[in-house]
């Protein structure tokens, strides 16, 4: 396998994402409904659609300018702090990423811990908090872990995505400190949080592009 990911492996990435985002709306929208406004796979669905179309037109030439057009189509189509969220981790993810046609496993390794690092920084959120940083923070530090540990970008990627699955779960028991859903208190409890899902989602979509062999 590989230990590249080429930009239009990224782009495989994205579209896998904006497709599950669809398909998955419903489940999110539900998720939000029980602790927050009942919108976020709508506006999910907005944002990937947009990041697609400008995919389908693409006139940037690097990871890094990709990753910049990508969040910021993120942060002007979706709506509620979820736009912010996810356009900070895509632009934070082009700012360290390199202006080159690939980015290797520790390159992705870096962009995405600089992009969990900016969504943490924007949104002041730590894990236990009940956010898309229960995912996203064991997500990277598992693949962190693997790749240090000499394992492969495939097996590390698959790795980091099981461990957002399981930080998404993780959720269902806290009690929100962080959002809308904190102001919620004990009634918040009961309910895994949608961010985190919908980052599971995000996660899962490039261990699957890069299982496909989307990596060069």
Same mark, same amino acid.
């Given at each position: ?123 002041? $959120? +730590?894990?236990?908090?009940? %956010?898309?940083? =229960?995912?996203? *923070? /064991?997500? !990277?530090?598992?693949?962190? &872990? ?13 790795? $980091? +995505?099981?461990?957002?699955? %399981?930080?998404? =779960?993780?959720? *269902? /028991?806290? !009690?929100?400190?962080?959002? &809308? ?14 961010? +985190? ?12 592009? !890069? ?6």
């Amino acid at each position: 396998m590989p230990e590249t990911l080429t930009i239009d492996a990224i782009q495989q990435w994205l579209h896998r994402f904006a497709s599950e985002i669809t398909t998955q709306a419903d489940w999110l929208t539900e998720l939000d409904s029980a602790i927050g406004d009942a919108d976020h796979g709508t506006n999910m669905v907005r944002g990937t659609a947009a990041v697609v179309a400008k995919l389908d037109v693409r006139s940037t030439s690097t990871v890094q300018e990709l990753l910049k057009a990508v969040g910021m189509t993120l942060v002007s189509t979706v709506g509620g702090a979820s736009g912010s969220l996810y356009g900070t981790f895509f632009l934070e993810m082009g700012r360290n990423s390199p202006s080159s046609v690939q980015l290797d496993a520790s390159e992705l390794e870096n962009a995405l811990r600089a992009g969990v690092n900016g969504v943490i920084a924007r949104g002041h $959120a +730590a894990v236990g908090d009940k %956010t898309m940083i =229960d995912a996203l *923070e /064991p997500a !990277v530090t598992v693949l962190s &872990r693997s790749l240090a540990d000499g394992r492969q970008l495939h097996g590390s990627i698959a790795a $980091a +995505a099981a461990a957002a699955t %399981t930080g998404r =779960d993780s959720t *269902e /028991p806290l !009690v929100a400190r962080k959002g &809308r859903a904190s102001y919620l208190g004990d009634r918040s409890a009961g309910h895994i949080d949608p961010g +985190a899902a919908s980052a599971t989602i995000l996660v899962a979509a490039l261990a699957a592009s !890069v299982d496909e062999g989307n990596a060069r």
